[in-house]
């Protein structure tokens, strides 16, 4: 049985919780044992916003070790697993020391705040022999699922373009600090640069657009295309300033040779070229479900993640780097 702690009790890890909770009573090899959160007095019995709704608003959590201190917890616990769910900034410094001590880490993403901390988490967890993933949860969404296997498997010919978007109102909080959370670019469109890194491997080269409407927030939109040897033409765009009653989206269509693929509204339509359209059927768990069940199994069997590594994710994190560096460049094209 693998035991776990959660460090961080805001909205992504009351998600965390929520899966790892269902995972257990589904009979998987794993054990939520404590929580650790420097408020968590008072978000035991809060409510936390985010983008998805979780399980509960308010949580119940006599059942489990609670803890105001990280050190204290590690200190009491013989601990497997520690899923990080904290601001951006502080990823770095406690991955390495939780892999230090021999614990195996699921960081949310990204995977830090600049890529050469990541490096050093990738190097630590490769030096070290425990396993580190990092939260990029569209690789586990099935409808992005179902666009990757649609790329590999050729069904529809080669990709020709594509477009991504997702959008919602203001965060809170230190989201809106842009030297701990890296602004929308960092915290929001890495989601959609991170998809395009997986589908076709990293760009040539990269062009980016970004405004800043929120003082000290950082960009707070973008609009980036990437370049690629093949020609085909790929934007990628994000806004976090979208008020009123917008809500959240994420949408993608991707063009291939023999059709396209539009995913918008919670719904995966299949156009192909030369036979009726149809909605494609796909599981209805989300990523994150997917995601931490993906880690369980890899951690418990022994077996090395492969779906998103640690390198892989720094390799995303170099992008959006590029992309920043476009950015405050008026929209150059800058190489990879």
């Known amino acids: 049985m693998l035991k776990v702690g959660i460090i961080g009790f805001g909205f992504m890890g009351r998600m965390h919780f929520d899966n790892y909770v269902r995972l257990a009573a589904e009979g998987a090899p794993v054990q939520l044992v404590a929580i650790c959160d420097l408020l968590i007095g008072e978000l035991k019995d809060g409510k936390a916003s985010g983008n998805i709704a979780t399980e509960q608003e308010v949580y119940d959590l006599t059942p489990y070790r609670l803890y105001e201190s990280i050190e204290m917890m590690l200190e009491s616990e ?3 697993i520690v899923n990080i769910t904290l601001p951006t900034y502080l990823h770095a410094d406690l991955t390495c020391k939780l892999l230090e001590r021999g614990i195996h880490v699921l960081c949310e993403k990204p995977v830090a705040g600049s890529s050469e901390d990541g490096w050093r988490m990738a190097n630590t967890a490769k030096k070290t022999g425990k396993t580190l993933m990092i939260g990029q949860c569209l690789r586990f969404w099935p409808a992005y699922e179902y666009l990757k296997s649609a790329v590999e498997d050729g ?5 020709t373009g594509g477009y991504f978007f997702r959008g919602s109102g203001a965060p809170k909080g230190w989201f809106l600090d842009g030297s701990k959370s890296g602004g929308c670019l960092l915290d929001m469109h890495i989601h959609d640069a991170d998809m395009i890194h997986w589908l076709f491997g990293k760009p040539d080269k990269v062009s980016a657009i970004a405004r800043n409407v929120i003082p000290g927030s950082g960009y707070d939109a973008v609009s980036t295309h990437y370049i690629y040897p093949d020609g085909k033409v790929l934007n990628a765009q994000a806004d976090w300033t979208l008020e009123g009653d917008y809500g959240f989206s994420m949408t993608y269509r991707v063009n291939f040779e023999g059709g396209n693929l539009v995913f918008e509204n919670g719904q995966l339509k299949v156009n192909p070229k030369h036979a009726p359209g149809f909605i494609a059927e796909l599981p209805e768990e989300m990523g994150y479900y997917r995601q931490i069940n ?6 418990y069997k022994g077996q090395a993640v492969s779906i998103c590594t640690p390198e892989s994710a720094v390799g995303t ?19 990879l």
């Open 78 to 80: 013989q601990l497997d």
């Open 155 to 159: 069904r529809y010919g080669a990709v």
């Open 294 to 299: 993906y880690f369980v199994e890899s951690v």
């Open 317 to 335: 994190l170099e992008i959006i780097e590029a992309e920043l560096r476009s950015a405050g460049s008026g929209g150059s094209l800058v190489e």
